[in-house]
């Protein structure tokens, strides 16, 4: 009864994140200029899923980003950095979005000296004590199906599913399309657990 009970809490609370998602891609939030140290994160519909750093269980999540879509565009990818500061290794099974038709979770991989990208359908290891990094080029959530693409300023609510820890809810700034890392400006950007 009560996983029936936090599946609904959750859907309802993600439902007005992905209501609220399109008013902010629209902001023109111009990050370039942007003063963080004065910024009022009340004045956003996203301030209560807001939080610097998550805990889930042993895992540490930190950094979760995602970049701009061009026209068109139908697929993205999502960041985010994970430390298991446990003694047992933990499991990214999964994630999902409002935001997407279906996620998965993708490797980038020399093979043959060919970059190659795969899923991951058994999830992402991650063992006692170490930190893995999902990051362009490397690990990474995979947006597809992608209806609306996403805008510059605007906000991706996810749900990420471990084995160990459960589900975790991140809300990932949209950055500029040609970001390569998230810099610590942005990095304490949209989370909860459940």
């Excluded at 902001?27 to 939080?51: R, T």
Aim: charged residues 20%; hydrophobic residues 40%; contains cysteine.
């Amino acid at each position: 009864m009560m996983r029936i009970l936090r599946t609904a809490l959750c859907a309802a609370a993600f439902a007005t994140a992905a209501i609220a998602m399109p008013a902010l891609a629209g902001g023109g939030h111009d990050h370039s200029s942007h003063d963080h140290s004065s910024h009022d994160h009340a004045s956003h519909d996203h301030s209560a899923m807001e939080g610097k750093k998550v805990m889930a269980g042993d895992l540490h999540l930190s950094g979760h980003w995602t970049r701009a879509m061009l026209p068109g565009q139908k697929v993205g990818g999502g960041y985010v950095t994970i430390t298991n500061n446990g003694s047992e290794d933990d499991r990214l099974l999964s994630a999902t979005t409002p935001a997407s038709g279906r996620m998965e979770i993708h490797e980038m991989a020399v093979v043959d000296d060919v970059m190659k990208m795969r899923n991951l359908p058994e999830g992402l290891p991650l063992p006692a004590g170490e930190t893995v990094e999902l990051k362009p080029g490397s690990y990474h959530l995979m947006f597809m199906e992608v209806e609306e693409p996403f805008e510059e300023g605007g906000m991706v609510p996810v749900v990420l599913t471990f084995e160990k820890a459960g589900e975790v809810e991140l809300v990932l700034p949209i950055m500029a399309a040609d970001t390569r890392e998230m810099d610590h400006d942005h990095s304490d950007h949209g989370a909860k657990t459940n």
